[in-house]
């Protein structure tokens, strides 16, 4: 993760938020050009997301709910103004899935990859705020009726009983030299249906490792019991049809 110090008027944001940014440090760790990511260095790390506003309330409620299962990071608060949501949260030690240590032991990242997965959609979805993942993919495609007759040709019906992440790629997960830390950027989870995040774990090992040749180890370490082939089929083509 790549850090700038740069400076930061903290008179800009909400007086609840000001309250942590009290002489700290800052770096720009953006990684998106929807949202600025500040790192927030003082007594205690704290990232601080700003966004337009509404559109961090789904990672704040998200993120609130996994934090409690302790496998996301500590909300310290969420405000909004007239513009812009800022969501501040404590930051874990370690390194995101693409630093150099692990991008350089592609087996051993690929393994643990499939097994935290494989923890994530084990935990208990009660409580979960987002009930209907499928549903709302699919709702994108309401006027695309074409793109929806080729969903029901493929022989499997969405269940949607674990708790996803939304977007499972190896920038999401936070580990130290390989140990669990915890998931991030948590704006598209909910409880939905297991290969829609098995489809990204797959893609995001062929685009960070630039092979494919991962792909298996990932599974493997997963489970393969519980992988449907026509539902990562059928994951496969909802996410490019709303692509």
């Not at 700038?4 to 700290?24: G, Q």
């Not at 704040?60 to 103004?81: G, I, Q």
């Not at 692990?102 to 643990?112: D, F, G, Q, T």
Request: net charge negative.
């Amino acid at each position: 993760m790549k850090m700038t110090e740069v400076s930061f008027d903290i008179e800009t944001v909400p007086s609840t938020i000001r309250y942590y940014l009290k002489n700290a440090t800052f770096y720009d760790s953006s990684c998106s050009d929807n949202a600025k990511t500040v790192f927030v260095k003082g007594a205690d790390g704290a990232f601080l997301k700003i966004s337009k506003k509404g559109s961090l309330e789904r990672e704040y409620r998200m993120s609130n709910f996994l934090s409690t299962h302790k496998v996301a990071p500590k909300v310290f608060a969420y405000e909004s103004d007239l513009e812009n949501d800022y969501l501040l949260s404590e930051a874990v030690s370690g390194e995101d899935g693409t630093s150099e240590l692990y991008i350089e032991n592609p087996n051993k990242l690929a393994s643990v990859f499939g097994e935290y997965l494989s923890m994530l959609h084990s935990l208990p979805t009660e409580g979960c705020p987002y009930k209907n993942r499928t549903a709302e993919e699919l709702n994108e495609l309401t006027n695309k009726e074409a793109s929806l007759n080729i969903l029901t040709e493929i022989n499997y019906s969405a269940i949607d009983d674990v708790i996803i992440h939304g977007d499972y790629c190896l920038p999401n997960i936070i580990m130290d030299n390989f140990s669990f830390k915890g998931f991030i950027d948590l704006g598209y989870g909910g409880i939905g249906d297991r290969h829609y995040d098995i489809y990204w774990g797959i893609w995001t090992l062929n685009y960070n490792l630039k092979t494919d040749n991962y792909k298996d180890i990932f599974l493997d370490a997963y489970g393969r019991s519980k992988i449907d082939r026509d539902g990562l089929t059928y994951f496969t083509q909802l996410i490019k049809l709303c692509d």
